[in-house]
């Protein structure tokens, strides 16, 4: 997501600000801030590149020895320099990661009691709702606890304010938050790698604390205002270590981030105790979707095969045909449209020009178009009707990863919005749903305790040549998408096949050198599910002709297990969701099978992240 990074001590520090965010720049952003404290508060800020900020920075020379520094991912309101970060109202500056989901609530709040706002992100209510509390006296940290009680949401949040010089007040929930120790000097840092040219002595703040941070002491409290203790750290990682947070790479930090993206898109949008599912930036109503003839999807790769997971989302449980095309093919065999449908394009980058251009054509023909991407003011956001961001941040390495589970998310919430504006959901089976959907980051997060048998599984089969995947029903996608994976990082050939079609060509294929990866999850509940039975039949016959078996299968799943060569437990949950945790263990067995290779696991040969070109 966005960087942040802040500093108290004896010296300048506007250059130093630019430096830490400069060392978050990776993280992808589109514009940047500082709010520097000397007396009063100075905030400049710019769209774009961080030059553009430095370009303002020598021109108006602002001067702190105290400061916060923010670049911005777009998550609420365009890119622009109004939108960027610090956020100030009435002596009060405040930089954030995160999602406030009352935003709208407390602004209406905010508002009728004379405030006026001057961007249309969810972060300025903290400025207005913390300079508010400050009127109740006592030190700035006490009113940040107490603004903070009055939010939902996630947040990394950073907070200096006029009545408070050489202070800066922070607070986690869910985004992270780093303390750096220096001497005479403190910092406090969304990630390592903006303080490590300063200190390697750290504090990682965990949830629900809070930091009051001066250029002699760190304080830290809980919400009830009590001091606490956390661990001070020394951090050993070189510069690129640090950058992908530990991890070895960024395609395994982002497999490891995806419950809190999951918790990100969900979040806000789905009431299990009414059973409604909010969308914001789409304004589908009862009317239009109850006059809906057919849905038609346009995706390209990964994307693609969240799509494919959609459509069985959307026919069951909205009950509207749904026809899932490339992007490649659909604007090029005269496709039929009217103004009855709904063109859905699912995109990570939303510069897919074969998306794009699939989806220009059927709003040009009348459809009505509604864009799943991730990243906010896109080409395809800006040319959609209706827009639905997954907020999975950004996604570094080439192999999407964190973007596909989002999509799923999303595309769920869609289907039991569509499903509850046709009638073919009742309350209670919405709650239901969405109350499966609100327990799943947990869930997953659970999936990825897995991975050293994945590791192990990887590690026995990464000189293979070539590698299948089978599965059934929802899972088949699934199938589609862990051959990709593996291929594309390994370089690998591998083939994702519904495990049906086995029997009509491949099954000639599998032989004694051949893994096969089959995705055997079983429903809950005290009935396996159709498919599973039929895949049970599946891996038997490629065990028949000497196969090598890695199944994929239910916790607790023995009969699976007995059967394979290697195996992987997942959690069990509503199976419409259950791609979101099947697909996991492919992602991670394809990273393990790249790294034992060798190969450039973040950036694969011959891939772009964002294919800008037919
Ligand atoms: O940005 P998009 O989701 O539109 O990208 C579509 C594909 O290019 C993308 O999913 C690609 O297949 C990835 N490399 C898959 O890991």
Redesign the pocket.
Known sequence: MCGIVGYVGNEQCADLLIEGLRKLEYRGYDSAGVALLEGSLVVVRAKGKLKNLEEKLRAEKPRGTCGIGHTRWATHGKPSDENAHPHQYAGVAVVHNGIIENHLELKAELAGRGHKFSSETDTEIFAHLIAEEEKSGGPLVAAVRRAVARVRGTYALEVLSERSPGTVVAAKNASPLVVGLGKGENFVASDVPAILAHTRSVIFLEEGDFAEVTNEKVSLSNASGESIERPVRHIDWSAVMAEKNGHKHFMHKEIHEQARALTDTIRARASVETGDVHLDGCSLDAVFVQSLTRIQIV?????WHAALVGKRMIEELARIPVEVDLGSEFRYRDPLIDKSMLCIAV???G??LD?LGSFREARARGARGLAICNVLGSALSRESDDVLYTHAGPEIG???TK?FTTQLGALFLLAVKLGRLRETLTTDAARSLLTHLRELPALLEKTLLCEPSVKLAAQRWSGARDCLFLGRGPQYPVALEGA??LK?ISYIHAEGYAAGEMKHGPIALIDENMPVLVLAPRDPGPQPGAAYEKILGNLQEAKARGGQVIAIHSEGDTMVAGLADASIEIPQTHPLLLPILSVVPTQLFAYHVADHRGTDVDQPRN?AK??TVE
């Open positions: 995706a390209c790769g990964t994307s995109s990570q980058s510069e897919t998306t080439v192999a999407s973007a990709l994976k594309e891939l964002s294919v």
